[in-house]
């Protein structure tokens, strides 16, 4: 582990000058660093930004924005060029969903798609956010890809033309280029996992299928000094060792480099020696660096096997941080392009009234940093005091009901303070309704959480055309390394391996705390397959812990009798979000009960779940924070 402990005092000594771009970002606060590794072909990887372009303004570690990306990129590009090796941007998808500078406009990403586009990106895919929605993917094909042109691969995702009904490739299948500087030889495909959920103008084809495709078998046989895979795949996910094997089995000794995402985990793994794959975290609060070393130019026979290295950097997205990677300071760094980008975020920010407060939260609420349950759990909030008030139906408010909340429809902690416009989106982008099932007996509603939650692994393949289970909680979980056990990993991971020593909900960090350091700020502690020193910042370990699938509010029950003792009611409705309709359905099945089928199921109250928190938000939090 090298660690550079001078630029830890110089970067203290310049935290108190130091400015996010963003008006009233969190001012960053400095760490002792790692520095980035170049070799002959350098990589900036973002992916599952999902709207955060602006940066994180309540987290310091992250609070540097798009524009000071693109600075960022501009400074790196420069030392590329002066040391004669090849810098290049790639980006995984999702880019939207998850933040008001994407979700609050009306039609949505009114702002995004300038700002984003404002970026030099070389390479870049789709994730499955662009495709939920058919305006989004719409907005996608008629905006971004045309914005990236040549730089937009889509290797196994069709558009369809909404006018004519035709159906072709959303952008070009492969992209074949040199290099500025060293004229590499890349091939490179641009992939979406095996993802189902998308809506009907979009077509996703098999990984599987993709890589037995005539144009496909043609790109691996393409002269290439490199290949290199973007694609929102996890980097583990049998997808990407798909064509892995796909790509190897035609090119034995070509470097093969793999930028992954979906799962919102910073990762590396090796396919093989001449191969390497990294995942660059989430939200805009990592860049990934990847460096390939080594005689990548072809030139002699194939079959000498030159000897490669290759490095992997998490950068926080921490403006002290790129100042360090690039040995420039506040008056130095930005670019006109890059206060360009961070004034028009500014202004879009403005615009859009994203700091606008609707209450006051009296303190953290976090997602996987304490336990289920416990008082500062955002799933006990909701089970407790925000489920109860917001799940009441007119018509049916005096019949209990048992509500089901999926926790992967919480995307991400409410900070104490200011609960603003922008952190509606952030915490709960999606426009969830909830759903209900009138009348269902007790003993029968009262299984469905215990099914949906894994007893006995029902639910843990996907069957009947109902997805995987997992899917119904955050994607952190699904990335949970299997160096990590953890005693309820069966559920998590398909090979089984599960801990013995039983309890619940441990944490997963290591728990050291680098003695001699207290005054680390808390944050990404990565343990990849090369090691722990992939994070360029130092950081002490923040506690993650599993959350189950779904969690439940039991609502409008017959109080307690003066034993302390209830009886439950006969039935009750059951009320679920509608998201997870097709498990409840499924759950419901094998808990014994009837055959109940989608014709049974209503909505329970008007609005989105977004707007029935939001609402109990303004009644029951302060405005004054
Ligand atoms: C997609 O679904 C919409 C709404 O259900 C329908 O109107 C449209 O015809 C469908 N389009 C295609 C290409 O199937
Ligand atoms: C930033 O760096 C420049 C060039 O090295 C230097 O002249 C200037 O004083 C530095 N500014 C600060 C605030 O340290
Ligand atoms: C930055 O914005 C100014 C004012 O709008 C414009 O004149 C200039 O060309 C822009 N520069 C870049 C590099 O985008």
Avoid at 7 to 14: D, I, K, Q, Y
Avoid at 395 to 409: E, F, Q, Y
Avoid at 431 to 441: A, G, R
């Amino acid at each position: 582990m090298v660690l550079k402990k001078a630029a830890a005092v110089a970067g203290a000594a310049l935290a108190t000058l130091a400015r996010a771009s963003q008006p009233g970002a969190a001012t960053p606060v400095a760490a002792p660093m790692r520095d980035l590794v170049w070799g002959k072909l350098n990589v900036l990887h973002t992916t599952d930004t999902h709207g955060w372009h602006g940066g994180h303004l309540q987290e310091s570690q992250y609070s540097a924005d798009w524009g000071d990306y693109v600075s960022f990129a501009e400074h790196l590009r420069r030392t590329a060029d002066e040391q004669g090796v090849d810098l290049l941007l790639v980006d995984t998808g999702d880019r939207v969903e998850g933040n008001g500078l994407y979700d609050a406009s009306s039609p949505k990403g009114q702002y995004y798609y300038d700002i984003y586009r404002e970026q030099h990106i070389d390479i870049l895919s789709t994730g499955n956010h662009e495709l939920y929605q058919a305006s989004t993917a719409d907005e996608e094909h008629r905006q971004t890809v045309p914005n990236f042109r040549d730089n937009y691969v889509a290797s196994n995702l069709d558009y369809i033309d909404p006018k004519t009904g035709e159906r072709s490739p959303m952008a070009q299948r492969y992209r074949k280029f040199q290099t500025k500087n060293q004229k590499l030889d890349i091939v490179a495909f641009g992939f979406l996992f095996d993802f189902t959920g998308n809506a009907n103008n979009t077509v996703v084809q098999p990984v599987k299928e993709t890589i037995q495709e005539e144009w496909f078998q043609g790109a691996i046989r393409e002269q290439a000094d490199i290949f290199v895979v973007v694609g929102h795949v996890g980097v583990r996910m049998q997808e990407y060792k798909d064509i892995f094997n796909a790509i190897r089995k035609q090119n034995w000794f070509t470097p093969i480099i793999f930028f992954g995402g979906h799962v919102h985990v910073r990762d590396a793994i090796a396919y093989d020696s001449r191969s390497f794959a990294i995942a660059s975290g989430r939200y805009f609060e990592t860049i990934g660096w990847m460096s390939v070393n080594g005689d990548l130019k072809k030139s002699k026979a194939p079959s000498v096997e030159a000897a490669l290295s290759f490095n992997r950097r998490y950068i926080d997205n921490n403006l002290l941080g790129l100042y360090y990677h690039t040995g420039l300071n506040d008056s130095t760094f930005p670019t006109e392009h890059g206060r360009n980008v961070s004034t028009a975020i500014a202004k879009a920010r403005k615009e859009l009234d994203l700091d606008h407060n609707f209450g006051c939260a009296p303190r953290d609420y976090w997602m996987t940093r304490t336990p289920y349950p416990h008082d500062s759990s955002i799933y006990t909030w909701l089970e407790k005091e925000v489920l109860p008030e917001v799940a009441v139906s007119p018509s049916r408010k005096d019949i209990p009901r048992l509500v089901i909340l999926n926790t992967g429809a919480i995307r991400f902690d409410i900070f104490k303070g200011a609960f603003t416009r922008d952190t509606t989106y952030i915490v709960s982008p999606f426009l969830s309704v909830l759903k209900y099932i009138p009348d269902v007996p007790y003993d029968v509603a009262s299984k469905v959480i215990v099914l949906l939650n894994n007893a006995g692994q029902i639910m843990n393949v996907a069957s009947d055309g109902v997805p995987d289970a997992r899917f119904m909680a955050i994607p952190e979980q699904l990335a949970i390394h299997e160096s990590i056990t953890y005693p309820d990993a069966a559920s998590l991971h398909s090979d089984g391996k599960a801990d013995s020593d039983g309890q619940q909900q441990k944490p997963l960090g290591t728990g050291s705390k680098d003695g001699g350091e207290p005054s680390l700020v808390e944050g990404y502690t990565t343990e990849d397959d090369i090691g722990t020193d992939g994070d360029d910042a130092v950081h002490s370990n923040i506690n993650f812990y599993v959350v189950p699938n779904c969690i439940q509010a039991e609502v409008g029950f017959p109080a307690s009798d003066e034993e302390g003792g209830s009886s439950p009611p006969d039935t009750v409705d059951l009320v679920f979000f509608d998201f997870i309709q097709p498990w409840v359905l499924l759950a419901l099945k094998f808990s014994g009960g009837e055959d109940y089928s989608a014709k049974d199921i209503q909505q329970y109250v008007e609005g989105t779940f977004t707007e029935l928190m939001v609402g109990w938000i303004k009644e029951n939090w302060p405005k004054d924070c």
